[in-house]
């Protein structure tokens, strides 16, 4: 992997499940048994960058944000945000 | 025009909106950046709730955005028919969520992906069949009216032997005062056999009230008989899934809890996409060169699903009330506790400030954050059967038919309120 990486935050209080974001960004988010957005990884290579960004774009209960993420290769610790 | 000028205009708008006119239809988007120019949040009386001390509309994006995500300022308990309130849609959070958890699991992407073949294979059979027939053809009755909702009877459980009866009742009850030909002609005839002296086009408030008891207390006894046969055998449907589930692990869901669940499927689940459907056929065939731009990409899976959430943008339905739960200032309006808000998504998706060239289909739109769905804990439960029904109807028509015409015969039939169209005459080529 490599190039920088963007940490994902979502935010699960304001996810509504349209599913914007799955469709947009697959690899990064799925959805939970009752439709809700999951992440499925946190720091985004930048091969998924464009993903990710349509998908923050698209989600219209705002519920996605983005900012720099570890350098790759660094272990990230779950709640380091 | 001063700025004067616009201010009078815009207050004698808002003092005369009233969405449920068929004739409002014809300046609707008008009147929307009208009012989103000059007097974003409107206090108007057309339609002011029984009791209620004010009514508002609002026009802009964001404005709608803030309303429709504060469901603790804004409650949906506004109970606008004389029926009980439909769960989950009446009932505010935390029953809300209570009864979506219930629910949410039946509508998911997954699940829904499993209907594809079986949407597919019922779109083209009604669209042969509509084809078969002649030169010209009415895409609403043939194929816009029938798609969803015999899918949603099958999915919910109601029989299709009461297809024509179950329809009769959803368009009494839903479309008895926008303009409906068939809703008014069927309101009427109900009002008739109550005893009232219905002249001229529409009924009295009396009237309707009358109308709309009867039809509710109709349905609920329908439901409740369909709820005690699929007691006795049950199926795979919605009906019987509703009978085993569980209020928050506690308690199966009452008599009166299964039949407003049922209800509101009813309502939500045959004429929303059935509208949507209508109205994006009517552009097309409006536009040949949007429908030849759309045709293009409509085998594109990356594409196709960005154009399914423009045609929703673009041709947004519902209008979304709300009744005030305190008094509170929104965006520097006092609203008194009690007052009614409404946000009609059609005014929000057309809002220039968040929708570049709103009035523009854009196929590609990004970022595309429509409203046309509702927004916040309502949010339509019915979202990806509902892209999925909409992308798949207009492949499978489109496929067969490329090229079609308005009929210079017949005229479309619109009606407003939770807006679409009864009829849409097309002819081929």
């Known amino acids: 992997m490599t190039g920088p990486l963007t940490r994902v935050q979502l935010d699960t209080g304001r996810c509504q499940g349209h599913g914007q974001c799955a469709m947009a960004a697959p690899d990064v988010f799925a959805f939970d048994e009752q439709g809700f957005a999951v992440l499925q990884i946190e720091d985004v290579p930048a091969a998924l960058e464009v993903a990710v960004r349509t998908a923050v774009l698209r989600c219209p209960e705002r519920a996605i944000s983005l900012m720099p993420g570890d350098e790759p290769k660094t272990t990230t610790s779950h709640n380091s945000v | 025009m001063t700025t004067m000028d616009a201010r009078s205009l815009a207050e ?117 069949t509509m084809l078969d027939q002649g030169d010209d053809f009415d895409f609403v009755a043939a194929f816009a009216d029938p798609f969803p909702t015999v899918i949603f009877c099958q999915l919910a459980g109601f029989p299709l032997d009461d297809y024509q009866q179950i329809m009769n009742w959803k368009n009494t009850l839903m479309h008895c005062a926008d303009g409906h030909v068939r809703g008014f002609e069927l309101a009427a005839e109900m009002a008739r056999e109550l005893g009232h002296e219905v002249s001229g086009s529409h009924l009295t408030p009396e009237e309707e009230l009358a109308v709309r008891s009867t039809v509710g207390q109709r349905i609920y006894a329908y439901l409740g008989g369909l709820i005690d046969r699929r007691r006795a055998e049950p199926t795979d449907d919605m009906i019987t899934k509703l009978l085993a589930a569980s209020y928050e692990g506690e308690r199966p869901l009452t008599q009166e809890e299964l039949e407003d669940t049922l209800f509101l499927f009813y309502m939500a689940g045959l004429d929303t996409v059935a509208s949507a459907l209508g109205l994006i056929v009517q ?22 699903g960005p154009a399914v959430e423009e045609l929703i943008r673009y041709h947004a339905i519902v209008l979304l009330p709300r009744r005030v739960t305190q008094d509170v200032t929104f965006h520097g309006t006092e609203f008194a506790h009690g007052s009614q808000v409404l946000c009609p998504t059609m005014a929000a998706n057309r809002d220039a400030s968040e929708f570049a060239e709103p009035n523009e289909l854009v196929f590609d739109r990004t970022p595309n954050r429509h409203l046309g769905f509702g927004l916040g804990p309502h949010r339509c439960i019915g979202i990806h059967l509902a892209r999925r029904e909409v992308r798949i109807a207009l492949q499978v028509f489109h496929r067969k038919l490329p090229d079609y015409h308005p009929d210079p015969e017949r005229r479309a039939e619109a009606f407003g309120g939770m807006k679409g169209l009864s009829a849409l005459p097309l002819v081929k080529g």
Not at chain 2, 21 to 44: K, N, S
Not at chain 2, 69 to 98: C, E, G, L, M, T
């Open chain 2, 12 to 128: 004698a708008a808002a003092a005369a909106y009233n969405p449920y006119d068929v004739a409002f239809l014809e300046r609707e988007f008008e009147v929307y950046d009208l009012l989103r120019a000059e007097l974003p949040i409107a206090r108007t009386e057309a339609i002011t709730a029984m009791g209620a001390p004010g009514s508002w509309v609002l026009t802009r994006y964001d404005q709608s955005c803030d309303f429709l995500q504060d469901h603790a300022s804004f409650s949906n308990q506004s109970n606008v028919y004389p029926v009980r309130p439909w769960i989950p849609q009446a009932i505010d959070p935390p029953a809300h969520s209570a009864y979506r958890r219930i629910m949410n699991p039946w509508f998911t992407v997954d699940e829904m992906r499993h209907l594809e073949p079986h949407l597919e294979k019922f779109a083209e059979e009604l669209v042969d």
């Open chain 2, 283 to 304: 552009t097309f065939a409006a536009n040949p060169g949007k429908r030849r731009e759309f045709i293009e990409l409509m085998d594109d899976p990356e594409r196709v």
